[in-house]
C-alpha cells in the first residue's frame, strides 16, 4: 500500500529527474523549445510567480517569503497526511506534498520553478508547467471531488 509519504517521494523524484533531464540533456534552457506533437512542445520557463505564473516573486526577498509560505504549506499538507485515514486523501495530499516539494527545490536552486510542458491548439495556449504542478493539480481536484462527495457515513445516521 502506498502511503502519502512514499507517493510523494515518487512525485518528488519523477519531478527532480524531468527537469534534470529538461535542463541537462536536453538543455531546454539554452534552446528554448522543442516541438513534439503540433498540439505539445518542450518550452522552458523560469517562472518567478506561484502557479501559472501568478503573484511574481521580482526580488529576493519576495523569492524568499514565497519559500517560506510555500514551506509553510507543505508542512501543513505533511503534517495532515500523516492524521489523514482515508486512502484517498492520503494519496491526493501525496501529490500535492510531493509536487510543492519539488516546486520549492526549484526555488532555492535556481530562483525560479523550471516549467517547460506546453499544451496549445492553434492560437490557445495552456500555462507551461511541470510534473510537480500537474501532481499539486490531480491532487487538489482529487481533494475537491470527495469534499464534494455526499459522507455516507453521515448520509446513514
Same mark, same amino acid.
Given at each position: 500500500?502506498?502511503?502519502?509519504?512514499?507517493?510523494?517521494?515518487?512525485?518528488?523524484?519523477? %519531478?527532480?529527474?524531468?527537469?534534470?533531464?529538461?535542463?541537462?540533456?536536453?538543455?531546454?534552457?539554452?534552446?528554448?523549445?522543442?516541438?513534439?506533437?503540433?498540439?505539445?512542445?518542450?518550452?522552458?520557463?523560469?517562472?518567478?510567480?506561484? =502557479?501559472?505564473?501568478?503573484?511574481?516573486? +521580482? =526580488?529576493?526577498?519576495?523569492? #524568499?517569503?514565497?519559500?517560506?509560505?510555500? +514551506?509553510? @504549506?507543505?508542512?501543513?499538507?505533511? @503534517?495532515?497526511?500523516?492524521?489523514?485515514?482515508?486512502? #484517498? %486523501?492520503?494519496?491526493?495530499? +501525496?501529490?500535492?506534498?510531493?509536487?510543492?516539494?519539488?516546486?520549492?527545490?526549484?526555488?532555492?536552486?535556481?530562483?525560479?520553478?523550471? %516549467?517547460?510542458?506546453?499544451?496549445?491548439?492553434?492560437?490557445? =495556449?495552456?500555462?507551461?508547467?511541470?510534473?510537480?504542478?500537474?501532481?499539486?493539480?490531480? +491532487?487538489?481536484?482529487?481533494?475537491?471531488?470527495?469534499?464534494?462527495?455526499?459522507?455516507?457515513?453521515?448520509?446513514?445516521?
Amino acid at each position: 500500500m502506498w502511503t502519502p509519504y512514499a507517493l510523494a517521494a515518487l512525485v518528488f523524484v519523477l %519531478d527532480q529527474l524531468s527537469k534534470w533531464w529538461i535542463l541537462e540533456v536536453v538543455r531546454l534552457r539554452e534552446i528554448g523549445f522543442v516541438d513534439v506533437l503540433p498540439v505539445f512542445r518542450l518550452t522552458f520557463v523560469g517562472n518567478v510567480g506561484v =502557479s501559472m505564473g501568478l503573484f511574481g516573486a +521580482g =526580488s529576493e526577498v519576495q523569492r #524568499w517569503a514565497l519559500v517560506a509560505v510555500t +514551506g509553510g @504549506i507543505a508542512l501543513a499538507v505533511a @503534517i495532515w497526511a500523516a492524521r489523514e485515514k482515508n486512502r #484517498w %486523501d492520503g494519496a491526493a495530499l +501525496g501529490l500535492v506534498l510531493g509536487g510543492a516539494v519539488g516546486n520549492i527545490v526549484d526555488r532555492v536552486r535556481f530562483g525560479y520553478v523550471v %516549467d517547460f510542458l506546453h499544451v496549445f491548439w492553434g492560437e490557445w =495556449s495552456f500555462w507551461v508547467f511541470n510534473i510537480a504542478d500537474g501532481a499539486i493539480t490531480i +491532487g487538489v481536484l482529487m481533494l475537491l471531488l470527495r469534499a464534494l462527495m455526499p459522507d455516507k457515513d453521515k448520509t446513514h445516521a
